[in-house]
């Protein structure tokens, strides 16, 4: 049995949680700033992951750095 925090979303669904674009997730995924698995083909990404991108959020160096 998972828990709430192991659940997995779409790159679609993690996208509209955090309020970001498709493509400001693929920067953060390259960069290292969060992490996410392919399972299948296909993209996903814990929750657990998510929340801890968003108790420690990027800083404005690194988002600057960002093309």
């Known amino acids: 049995m998972r828990t709430d925090d192991n659940r997995l ?3 679609a669904e993690a996208c509209t949680w955090l309020g970001i ?7 953060l995924r390259q960069k290292g ?3 996410a ?3 299948g083909g296909s993209v996903r990404i ?4 998510l929340l801890r991108l968003v108790a ?6 690194a988002e600057e750095s960002m093309p």
């Open 56 to 61: 420690d959020p990027v800083s404005e160096d």
């Open 37 to 39: 698995a392919k399972i």
């Open 33 to 35: 700033v969060l992490q």
């Open 21 to 27: 674009s498709d493509r400001t997730f693929r920067r």
């Open 9 to 11: 979303f779409t790159v």
């Open 46 to 49: 814990r929750e657990s992951e």
